[in-house]
């Protein structure tokens, strides 16, 4: 058995059963609507949807078993499932309050939480806040160098036998997971929404069809620029730095447009939601609210992809040519 230290054990024992939960909840749950649901669009959806969102929880077990033989795969693969995991819940807990204090959705649409539901919501809140807190000590954690060791498989920890084998610096290799996930969640989302909704790009709507190739090769763009930033090809890296930059630019032509409200609702009306919750064609929100949350994100994402372009090249030139 690999010596660990106890807070790797603990992470990896937290992560086991975060994962164990996750899995037999939402399977319990798609088990008990699977009767009680309608059969029209969208909810017909939501039993295949709900049995995706519980094996992915198996990632999770697996990543626990790695951790604890002390692969380094797991190790990163834990700082990126730390990521997804505090960025969902941080979501969640920010919507969970919103629904309770009211500082998000406008009053008059018929979305009000009862005050006996509030104490309810308000305790998801506070699970979401505590799996965020966990997530984030994952991501901080795995990150430290002194962890990193004792997943190098050799006994005597010097570093520069640990870096003959040159590998792709963490931050970046958290963004190439990040990236790949997003591919295959878009994937698994095609049929409900990707392939449904049309692009906006630069306040241009373009036609279904259109639609369908562009959100296409902005995917199997997203899969390969991840999978190259891991193999650590030069390429890779220009190319999400561009993806990210021409995304953050359109999305800010888009968001302050004037056309922007009714792309809204052309995309509401191609998943039906229009005619299933017409509370949310009554949704408005500043639009330069939602183009600032988009954008600080994403700049400071192409912010740190700037920064760590030297350690980037450093690794590729390591690999070329290794220590001897």
């Known amino acids: ?16 059963l975060l994962s164990l939960a996750h899995s037999l909840f939402w399977s319990f749950l798609a088990l008990a609507l699977k009767k009680d649901l309608p059969s029209e669009f969208p909810y017909n959806d939501f039993i295949p949807v709900f049995w995706m969102i519980a094996a992915a929880g198996l990632v999770g ?12 795969w797991a190790r990163i693969s834990a700082i990126a499932l730390g990521a997804i995991v505090g960025s969902v819940s941080a979501c969640g807990m920010l919507v969970s309050l919103a629904l309770v204090f009211g500082f998000v959705l406008p009053s008059g649409i018929g979305i009000e939480v009862p005050i006996a539901s ?15 807190a966990l997530a984030i000590w994952w991501v901080f954690l795995f990150s ?18 640990l870096q003959q084998k040159a590998a792709c610096p963490p931050p970046i290799a958290l963004l190439a997971w990040l990236m790949m996930f997003s591919s ?10 990707l392939g449904r909704i049309p692009v906006m ?3 241009h709507i373009f036609s279904r069809e259109a639609s369908q190739w562009i959100w296409a090769a902005n995917t199997l763009l997203f899969l390969a620029c991840g999978i190259g930033l891991i193999k650590l090809q030069r390429w890779s890296y220009t190319g999400a730095i561009a993806l990210h930059t021409f995304w953050l630019v359109s999305l800010l ?18 998943l039906e939601l229009s005619h299933t919750n017409p509370s949310l064609s009554h949704l408005h ?18 912010a740190g992809l700037v920064y760590y372009r030297p350690s980037f090249l450093k690794a590729i030139e390591s690999s070329r040519h290794p220590a001897q």
């Open 1 to 16: 058995m690999p010596k660990l230290t106890r807070a790797v054990r603990v992470a990896a024992g937290s992560i086991l």
């Open 61 to 72: 077990l697996g990543v626990a078993m790695g951790i604890l033989c002390a692969r380094n």
């Open 118 to 132: 509030k104490s309810a919501v308000l305790r998801f809140a506070l699970g979401y806040f505590l799996v965020c």
């Open 144 to 161: 430290r160098k002194s962890v990193a060791c004792q997943f190098s498989g050799n006994a005597n920890p010097v570093v520069p036998d």
């Open 184 to 193: 295959v969640v878009s994937l698994l989302s095609w049929p409900l929404i």
């Open 201 to 203: 790009l630069f306040a």
């Open 253 to 270: 032509f888009t968001q302050l447009s004037p056309l922007y409200e009714t792309y809204t609702r052309i995309c509401l009306d191609a």
């Open 285 to 302: 929100f500043p639009q330069w609210l939602f183009a600032v949350a988009t954008a600080i994100p994403t700049a400071l994402l192409i």
